[in-house]
């Protein structure tokens, strides 16, 4: 896994724990097999246990894959067993990337600055972000832009979760607070000092 050349900045394992997604501070990710085995590319590049994702102009700061359990839906679907990671960067954006095809298919903006953290939601679909601009989007893989924005923070929103059962987001900031918002209407509920 090791290249002395290349920092990683975030890992994250696929739902069937067939693959793990690093970021790097070199902008790309790298996608290995588990079990070592050759990914299959569809091109007529090298088999290798492992693929690089390039895209982002910035360090990766998050990387996650979508709930194994189903896909998002988008308007060109590919088939109902693709892989899903998203990945967000120094460059602002929030890359939305097929894992049959090592494409990424949406590059999705609205983050002023670093984008830190990402979560799907529990159900795939919709995800959440939080970024060095002292807010928290949440966004649907079929739109481009932010369906909600969660501003209050004082400070970079530094981490993004959503709860399981995808009523509730929390986003933890450089504040030292911890907020936890609503769904349903996009209003903070608590907020934990």
């Not at 998002?72 to 899903?84: A, F, G, Q, V, Y």
């Not at 481009?144 to 981490?159: E, F, N, Y």
């Not at 979760?161 to 509730?168: D, E, G, Q, R």
């Amino acid at each position: 896994f090791h290249n002395t050349f290349d920092s990683i900045t975030c890992l994250e394992f696929s739902g069937d724990n067939a693959l793990v997604a690093a970021g790097t501070s070199e902008s790309y990710i790298r996608i290995w097999s588990m079990d070592g085995k050759t990914i299959p590319s569809g091109t007529d590049s090298q088999p290798s246990n492992s693929r690089r994702l390039i895209g982002h102009s910035g360090p990766v700061y998050a990387v996650s894959f979508a709930p194994s359990t189903e896909s998002p839906p988008l308007p060109n679907d590919i088939k109902p067993d693709t892989k899903w990671l998203l990945s967000s960067s120094a460059d602002s954006t929030i890359r939305l990337w097929n894992l049959d095809i090592w494409q990424q298919l949406v590059v999705y903006k609205g983050h002023i600055g670093p984008v830190w953290s990402l979560d799907w939601g529990p159900f795939g679909h919709y995800f959440v972000s939080g970024g060095h601009d002292k807010t928290a989007r949440v966004w649907s893989t079929d739109k481009i832009r932010h369906l909600r924005i969660l501003p209050g923070h004082d400070a970079d929103v530094d981490v993004v979760a959503w709860h399981p059962n995808s009523a509730y987001v929390f986003t933890a900031s450089s504040d030292k607070t911890v907020r936890m918002w609503a769904m349903s209407n996009g209003q903070p509920v608590r907020m934990f000092t």
